[in-house]
């Protein structure tokens, strides 16, 4: 019983999520099943009725921006963002959210640059994936981890 008690705890948004650059964000990698995504994650996800891919919102309480976006296509995630600028996320390679501009690029060298709507999506393109650097007023907000030829931009 107390096994049980111990794994149904570990299901969930992770309180600092980290994000390996061209592995996966809070634990989620590109290709993975939706029904992975649920074990690892748990089932209280709102879902986007708006959006043109299947996207799940992972919050840390119900109608709370601060989280993990998650978009699948054909049943598997396609990409995984940061919602907002979730508490205590980082990168392995020494990024913390809210870091300076200066410091993303310091960490991570040179980056593609897409403008979007009202930030900035910084990315390295890798072969399979974009390991992305959401920069907004100088400050990095997010990141995320796309198809290699996905869009940054939502």
Not at 114 to 141: N, P, Q
Request: include cysteine.
């Amino acid at each position: 019983m107390r096994a049980l008690a111990v794994l149904v705890a570990a299901v969930g948004l992770p309180q600092h999520g980290v994000f390996v650059p061209g592995h996966s964000l809070g634990g989620i990698r590109l290709g993975e099943s939706a029904a992975a995504v649920r074990a690892a994650l748990g089932t209280r996800y709102g879902v986007c009725t708006a959006c043109s891919t299947t996207t799940w919102y992972f919050t840390y309480k119900p109608f709370d921006q601060h989280g993990l976006g998650i978009e699948l296509t054909q049943g598997r995630v396609s990409a995984v963002y940061t919602l907002w600028q979730p508490n205590g996320w980082h990168a392995t390679n020494g990024l913390r959210l809210g870091a300076l501009e200066a410091q993303v690029s310091a960490k991570t060298g040179p980056l593609f640059v897409t403008a979007c709507s009202t930030y900035e999506a910084r990315f390295v393109a890798g072969s399979r994936e974009r390991s992305v650097y959401y920069v907004v007023d100088g400050k990095l907000w997010g990141f995320g981890l796309f198809g290699a030829r996905a869009s940054p931009c939502r």
